[in-house]
């Protein structure tokens, strides 16, 4: 493994692969591709014909790894002391990569999460109605509540692939008023995290604490998430959804939430 | 460019594509859409797009991405 200490380097890569046909899930810009090897953090290596780089994330102790395959017959034997993880984006469940899943898992890797793109276009706003007797939602001010926030976070999304974040992270969202917490005679008993890119506003994380599962929550939080961002101005919503929550699938169902042509299978070598 | 149109457009046919000026700008098109696009570009326009080429600019309306194609036909 060695450090990627130019953008050279990644041109080369490019190069060697110009002209044939190659599997790749390399989806950084280049500015992405330059402020990872600023920070020192993008390794390669290369076996014959086929190429890994490694991205160092030391917020979830893991690499994630970005190939370039052009020779199928020659598996790629990555070793390292900490966990690998790869996303391989593909466009609807015809197209799912099963020739590069099967090379992977083939090289000591293990299928981890599918996830796939959920989008909502408001064409006008209809009042919601998703109200839970003594609930209430509201824009969530009080950096106290980080620490709960923080808790259901990790104890609800998975670790490698789930965009985890820092307590500090959660404040920071907290500061930009980026997050609705549902209280239950005033405890905080879940939130959504959301933010915008663009046009686009987006679901970071949805999370109820047990013991309050099954008792509309999520309903009313999508409700006022939804609400909140229509207000601001914003009518395309889109987040990820694992394939396989089907109370998740549900209810983003009941708000006209439709799958569209991007998904993700997350492959994991520990 | 009618080409490119439904290429894109098959990757991801909820977008309007003749009219966004900002498809990575605003949002509505993200590196991981980039993956697919790169390839299909690629292979049915038998180019190759480098490193260098992955700018938002470049993908932030089809006359960007048209215009990047047309310059590596040209081996620009």
New interface residues.
């Given amino acids: 493994m060695i450090r990627v200490e130019d953008i050279k380097l990644i041109e080369n890569i490019f190069d060697q692969h110009k002209g044939k046909k190659i599997f790749t899930n390399s989806f950084y810009f280049l500015d992405q591709f330059l402020a990872v090897i600023n920070e020192n953090r993008l390794f390669i290596i290369q076996v014959n014909q086929n190429t890994v780089l490694l991205e160092l994330k030391p917020e979830i102790n893991c690499y994630e790894l970005f190939y370039f395959i052009e020779d199928l017959n020659d598996a790629f034997p990555v070793e390292s002391n900490l966990p690998i993880v790869m996303e391989i984006p593909y466009r609807g469940l015809d197209f799912y990569p099963e020739t590069i899943v099967d090379y992977w898992c083939n090289s000591g890797f293990n299928k981890h999460i599918n996830r796939d793109l959920y989008s909502l276009n408001l064409v006008k706003y209809d009042a919601l109605d998703s109200s839970v007797n003594g609930l209430e939602i509201k824009i969530t001010n009080d950096l106290n509540d980080s620490k709960v926030i923080f808790e259901l976070l990790i104890n609800t999304f998975d670790r490698y692939t789930g965009d985890i974040l820092s307590i500090e992270d959660v404040q920071e969202s907290i500061k930009s008023q980026n997050v609705l917490g549902a209280y239950f005679q005033n405890e905080l008993v879940g939130f959504i995290r959301f933010y915008t890119k663009g046009k686009v506003s987006w679901i970071g994380h949805i999370a109820t604490s047990p013991k309050f599962a099954g008792k509309g929550i999520g309903k009313s939080l999508v409700s006022s998430y939804i609400k909140f961002q229509s207000d601001a101005g914003y009518v395309n919503f889109q987040h990820w959804v694992m394939s396989d929550n089907i109370p998740a699938l549900k209810l983003y169902n009941h708000f006209g939430f439709q799958k569209i042509n991007k998904s993700s299978i997350s492959l994991i070598k520990k | 460019m009618e080409e490119l149109i439904a290429i894109l457009e098959g ?4 977008v309007n594509f003749r009219e966004e000026t ?1 498809l990575v ?4 098109l ?7 696009i790169v ?1 299909d570009l690629n ?1 049915h326009f038998n180019i ?9 600019e470049n993908f932030n309306s089809a006359t960007a991405i048209y215009n990047m194609c047309l310059a590596l036909k040209e081996g620009k």
Avoid: N, Q
């Fill in positions: 990757i991801r046919p909820d900002e700008d605003a949002g509505i993200d590196s991981f859409d980039i993956v697919t390839s292979d190759a797009i480098r490193v260098t080429e992955l700018k938002p």
